[in-house]
């Protein structure tokens, strides 16, 4: 420890002291030798929190191994000794660093590595102490989150037995501490293994969601419905089945003496275009009497810096909670992406006791939110309200970022919410079977303006009635409210994924009720009820009054059946799981859709990312492995659709082109049906955004990060101003849709043209769009349109126009794409290097559909992509690449409709 004393002497310098030292030392060799004195103590570093006390080091230099009370664990050999681990991490990142296992996500790796998941697993790493640590009045074990049951000690002795992946454990260590060094061990059980024996003895199996496919859990017996651990982990039909275990969030050491800040809260109590009345909510935590001074300042949005009056409190031994009253003149609102700016205000508290002042820092936007649920003719809406005025939402629903959720960075996270800005969503809906994001998710959210409908972490299956799962439950739906609470960008929570819906309709459910008692069923029943509808309900409107609380998706609130479309919101699912045409989207009109997908294969880069070319076939064991739906035959259900709409793909890449094709028309014409019935519909949010690892999926981006056409389409179909023809039995309904506060007046131009290019007819229709509007310009029947034309060889071209410039387009058809007499595309392109940078311009000779532009192996960001080309039409597109123009024109690809199909023998058809 005396070389500690001396570096705490040298922090002292000066900065310029110190860099001249630092130079000196290169100069003449030292800082070798130096750093070897050094990094010892570098395995406590300065943490870097929110708050600049108490004072915090985080716990670094790690080291894992298999534990010896893993079955079998002499057939791992080469993990039984120790290996460097990189906490915050997973036991499979940790063995993947070191070479140990074969990457999770290339080829068909996954039973392989399920002994992982089956196995427990030691973490150790040593804590030197130093003196002047121990003269604090406090010392505490700050762990954010270990995945899942673990057992920590320090120098021998248990201090914690965590059994939550998603709460934060604080256990008081000074006592157990000595200077020099000390010893810190987390053991993980296997999740698995420690439930299955008792959930094996229980009478009857609650639902849960998937099967494990590998034997681990026998069919019809799951054990994630007992755990509070990310259910994805165990399997869903987007991902694979990684039961992770590991230190999974930060580890560090506190250093408090007579007081510690625990949270800064802005509490809202009243916000409008006039004045802003919060509550500065600063928590303390106290080991003694102790008289306190409080200051609160805020900076504005334009970087005003405000002082408010001090605030004299008195503190007593354990939590206090100080308010501080700030009242705002013509605050500067936060507002949704699209409806104004995103306005954020940061507010700081500097708590003085005695001569030692404790500081604390929350950003956050001021807003009101509510959930609109009234009464109208079409039944009772929903949808939500922003600042007062009701915002259609937009957007998407999103998975975790990756199956091993240490590897996902903040730039991860940036580049996938930025892509749902850039496509004009405005909301992200954070599904229940994951784990609630890092603060830098919401953080993004935030400064993008993308609302964010949060779910708590139940994923499907029937929770336990258990009154130990269910205070373990709200404690960590306490711990996470108060976390997000502050976040403008927060607008629902809700209870839970599908658990209401699936235990009403589900076969496996219903089939559990009608071999239960009565008292058993209603036993399962009130413990949802007291989990859905009171524990976590109330932890809401305590916590965090100013967001309203949704018991589950789909839900009509109890009030009706779940998934109504006339109540509640809807997850719609009889396309694609239904089989059902995509047609029958126009059938039903609910209030608000909060789940609908389709899948597609992935970027055809990132299929060859994870399959060699011989693995690049639908049956072969590799794209069987990265093809979850119906337990690996979910290409079965993409052939099914693609022959329906396309035709038979001439090969495999054809395939991937034509799966993404259809996925975009599939959920265009539920995305612009919603928006053309505003306000009876006042919600699009489709399955799924994102990736959680390289698949066939219902994502628009896959996990690399690369946009499917889906994506394109979405910047189309929710711009803020859409025409939307809507084509039903025969009848063409247009419908011209204004998501401004303002009025906007525009032209329709319908031009009905054959596939050579031939104008039949044209029209321009003036509209007068009210605000926040849908308008239905026009009504036609196919015969008004056609006028005798062949509908195999002719469409209409629907432009909406403002102010002379084109802000819409949509394409019709009137037959499927297979029955149509497509041309052969002649489209020609060149890559520029311009003053704006490089870019790519089309021109179509004949009609050019689907037009969809990749670089073979070189990556570029592209402004358009997957779009129709008229006869004679040309197109500019902004580029971005490292690669040169000449490199990309040499590598440029146009795949078109006409040669994605083998010629079709059947007959023409709608």
Not at 145 to 158: E, F, K, S
Not at 793 to 801: A, G, N, Q, S
Request: with cysteine; hydrophobic share 40%.
């Amino acid at each position: 420890m005396r070389f500690t004393r001396l570096q705490n002497i040298w922090l002292q310098r000066p900065n310029a002291a110190r860099t001249a030292d630092m130079r000196c030392w290169f100069r003449t060799g030292t800082f070798l030798s130096l750093l070897s004195m050094i990094l010892p103590m570098f395995l406590l570093v300065p943490c870097r929190g929110e708050t600049t006390s108490p004072r915090g080091v985080a716990v670094n230099g790690w080291q894992f191994r298999l534990a010896a009370s893993t079955p079998d664990a002499a057939a791992h050999a080469d993990v039984q000794q120790w290996h460097a681990a990189s906490v915050p991490s997973t036991v499979q990142t940790d063995l993947l660093r070191n070479g140990l296992i074969a990457d999770p996500f290339t080829g068909a790796h996954e039973a392989q590595l399920q002994w992982i998941g089956l196995a427990d697993w030691e973490y150790r790493t040593t804590l030197n102490v130093d003196a002047a640590t121990l003269t604090h009045e406090h010392v505490d074990l700050v762990v954010d989150g270990l995945d899942t049951y673990a057992t920590v000690r320090l120098n021998g002795q248990q201090i914690l037995e965590a059994d939550n992946m998603f709460r934060r454990w604080r256990v008081p260590v000074k006592g157990l501490l000595h200077s020099g060094a000390n010893e810190l061990t987390v053991t993980f059980a296997s999740p698995i293994r420690r439930l299955l024996p008792a959930t094996l003895k229980r009478a009857y199996q609650l639902p849960g969601e998937f099967d494990s496919a590998f034997g681990d859990e026998p069919k019809g017996v799951q054990t994630a419905n007992y755990i509070r651990k990310a259910a994805y982990q165990y399997g869903w039909d987007w991902g694979p089945r990684y039961v992770t275990e590991g230190i999974w969030q930060p580890v560090r050491l506190e250093m408090w003496d007579v007081a510690r800040v625990d949270t800064l809260h802005v509490m809202q109590s009243s916000v409008n275009a006039d004045a802003a009345s919060l509550d500065a909510q600063v928590r303390v935590e106290a080991s003694a009497t102790a008289k306190a001074i409080i200051s609160v300042t805020y900076t504005t949005p334009k970087g005003e810096h405000v002082s408010v009056p001090e605030i004299a409190a008195q503190l007593v031994p354990g939590r206090n909670t100080v308010h501080v009253p700030i009242v705002i003149e013509h605050p500067e609102r936060w507002w949704p992406v699209g409806y104004g700016l995103q306005n954020l205000y940061q507010v700081s508290a500097k708590i003085r006791i005695g001569r030692e002042t404790l500081t604390a820092e929350r950003t956050t936007g001021l807003r009101t939110v509510r959930l609109l649920r009234e009464k109208d003719q079409w039944g009772k809406s929903f949808g939500f309200e922003v600042n007062g005025v009701p915002i259609f939402a937009k957007g998407a629903d999103v998975i975790p970022f990756d199956s091993f959720p240490d590897r996902v960075t903040p730039e991860k996270h940036r580049q996938i919410l930025e892509s749902a800005r850039d496509a004009n969503m405005n909301m992200v809906r954070l599904w229940g079977g994951g784990y609630y994001e890092s603060d830098d998710f919401y953080d993004e959210c935030d400064r993008l303006g993308l609302m964010v409908w949060q779910d708590f972490m139940f994923g499907g299956a029937i929770p336990p009635d258990d009154p130990a799962f269910r205070e373990n439950t709200e404690q960590e739906a306490i711990e996470q409210v108060d976390r997000l609470r502050d976040h403008p960008s927060l607008t629902l929570w809700c209870g839970n994924n599908e658990v209401e819906t699936g235990w009403d309709a589900w076969p496996d459910r219903l089939l559990l009720k009608e071999n239960i008692s009565p008292a058993e069923r209603a036993k399962i029943e009130t413990g949802m009820a007291l989990l859905f509808d009171d524990i976590l309900k109330r932890t809401v409107a305590v916590h965090d009054p100013e967001v309203p609380y949704w018991p589950s998706t789909p839900s009509a609130d109890h009030e009706t059946e779940a998934n109504s479309n006339d109540n509640g919101d809807v997850h719609s699912w009889s396309v694609w799981s239904g089989s059902a045409p995509i047609e029958d989207y126009l059938k039903d009109t609910p209030r608000f859709v909060s789940e609908y997908g389709f899948e597609a294969l992935p970027d055809i880069r990132t299929v060859r990312a994870f399959a060699t070319p011989e693995e690049q076939t639908l049956g072969s064991p590799v794209m069987r492995a990265h093809q979850k739906f119906a337990n690996g035959n979910g290409n079965d259900r993409l052939l099914l659709y693609l022959r329906r709409y396309y035709g038979e793909p001439k090969d495999f890449a054809a395939f991937v082109y034509l799966s993404q094709a259809m996925q975009a028309q599939a959920i265009e014409l539920e995305a612009e049906h919603l928006r053309a019935n505003r306000p009876r519909s006042m919600g699009s949010l489709y399955w799924q955004l994102n990736d959680c690892w390289p698949a066939a999926s219902w994502a628009s981006i896959d996990s690399f990060g690369r946009w499917k056409a889906l994506q394109f389409h979405a910047r189309r179909f929710y711009n803020d101003l859409l025409i939307a023809p809507i084509r039903q039995d025969g009848t063409t309904n247009v419908y011209a849709v204004n998501d401004r506060i303002v009025p906007v007046q525009a032209n329709v131009h319908m031009q009905v043209m054959s596939f050579d290019g031939q104008v039949l007819s044209e029209t321009t229709t003036p509209a007068t769009m009210p605000p926040l509007s849908s308008t239905r310009v026009n009504s036609l029947t196919d015969d008004a349109l056609l006028k005798g034309g062949d509908p195999s060889k002719t469409l209409v071209v629907f432009t909406m126009e403002v102010d002379g410039k084109s802000v819409s387009r949509h394409i019709l058809y009137f037959r499927a794409a297979r029955a149509l007499s497509l041309p052969q595309a002649r489209v020609t392109a060149h890559v520029t290097a311009g003053a704006h940078g490089l870019e790519l311009t089309l021109h179509a000779d004949t009609l050019a559909r689907d037009v969809w532009i990749s670089f073979g192996d070189q990556d570029a960001t592209l402004t358009d992509n997957a779009f129709t080309l008229r006869p004679g039409e040309s197109r500019t597109i902004q580029l971005k690449s490292s690669a040169d123009a000449a490199a990309l024109e040499s590598a440029l690809h146009i795949q078109t409709l006409d040669t994605a199909t083998l010629p079709s023998m059947a007959g023409a058809g709608d």
